[in-house]
């Protein structure tokens, strides 16, 4: 039996007998848990889920089912899920470790829009929004001071915005091939 030795991960030893078909699985640590990896000696084939977040996280949003924590904005009620605000922001993260288990917090942001924590949420779950680009700087600050991984950093110019518009317009263009398309004249008056 081949032992692979990590620190709190488990290492699987290749079949001592010929009529298993499962490998056995030894613990370093000499407990299975959840949270270790699982490391086989034996050659591995990957498999995996193309679009396992996208349907996950889409199915999660979607469903208040599962909800434990509540977001409170210009008096509008957004539930989520603590897991997935953690582990999208620190200072969410923080704020529900110190947050007893078992109870659903309501959070009241102070001097945030509606539409702004809505679009943030969307954001967080799905990992992309498409908005105007005059919302832009307000999901970036919202995102800032929540500590939000992918727009703590995020730095935005206005000058960013018309490179944007320009660039839709012209694609735009592209996908109607061409022709001009007046939208005035397709109403009567």
């Not at 007998?17 to 699985?25: I, M, R, Y």
């Not at 953690?86 to 829009?113: N, R, W, Y």
């Not at 908005?131 to 960013?160: N, Q």
Request: proline fraction near 5%.
């Amino acid at each position: 039996m081949n032992l692979v030795k990590f620190s709190d991960t488990f290492a699987v030893a290749p079949n001592s007998s010929p009529e298993s078909s499962t490998p056995d699985l030894v613990t370093v640590s000499g407990e299975l848990t959840q949270r270790c990896p699982v490391v086989f000696a034996d050659p591995c084939i990957r498999m995996k889920w193309t679009d396992h977040s996208d349907l996950f996280l889409q199915a999660v949003y979607q469903d208040n089912a599962y909800t434990d924590v509540t977001i409170v904005a210009e008096k509008q009620f957004f539930k989520a899920h603590r897991l997935i605000l953690s582990s999208a922001s620190e200072l969410f993260d923080e704020t529900f470790k110190i947050t007893p288990h078992g109870q659903h917090p309501i959070m009241f942001l102070k001097d945030v829009k509606a539409l702004e924590l809505r679009i943030l949420l969307e954001f967080i779950y799905k990992g992309e929004v498409s908005i105007p680009p005059s919302l832009v700087p307000d999901l970036a600050r919202l995102g800032h001071d929540l500590k939000v991984k992918g727009l703590t950093d995020f730095v935005w110019e206005e000058s960013m915005a018309a490179s944007v518009i320009q660039l839709q317009q012209q694609q735009f263009q592209t996908q109607v091939s061409g022709k001009y398309v007046n939208f005035s004249s397709s109403y009567n008056m």
